[in-house]
């Protein structure tokens, strides 16, 4: 499986941004994909799901009404557009798997495999 994660880069607080990340070597349309994130000295955190049709997401309480994960079956990409962004959310951010098809992603005891990651700094 390889997830490669694309998107980050430096946006001023409030503004948006929009990650991708493209999967190959899984049957992409049968499994739940995710976000989390890791801020510099913290533990990875979960910030949002998706089911394998794209019927239902779930998020953190911190991004909830700011982020949406959304998903194209077709082209093997999750996204995670960040709007309002806030210095807090500076982190890099990777893209998950679930260890099977159907399962849910909730922590990254969840996770099968992960994206390399990408950066995403706000600055105030």
């Known amino acids: 499986v390889q997830l490669q994660a694309s998107g980050g880069g430096l946006v001023q607080a409030g503004g948006s941004l929009r990650l991708s990340c493209a999967a190959s070597?899984?049957?992409?349309?049968?499994?739940?994909m995710g976000w989390f994130r890791q801020a510099p000295g913290k533990e990875r955190q979960f910030v949002a799901a998706?089911?394998?049709?794209?019927?239902?997401?779930v998020y953190a309480d911190s991004v909830k009404g700011r982020f949406t994960i959304s998903r194209d079956n077709a082209k093997n990409t999750v996204y995670l557009q960040m709007n309002t962004v806030r210095p807090e959310d500076t982190a890099v951010y990777y893209c998950?798997?679930?260890?099977?098809?159907?399962?849910?992603?909730?922590?990254?005891?969840?996770?099968?495999?992960w994206g390399q990651g990408t950066l995403v700094t706000v600055s105030s």
């Open positions: 998950a798997s679930a260890r099977f098809p159907y399962d849910r992603i909730r922590t990254a005891a969840d996770v099968g495999s």
């Open positions: 070597g899984l049957p992409f349309g049968s499994y739940v």
């Open positions: 998706i089911t394998s049709s794209g019927s239902n997401t």
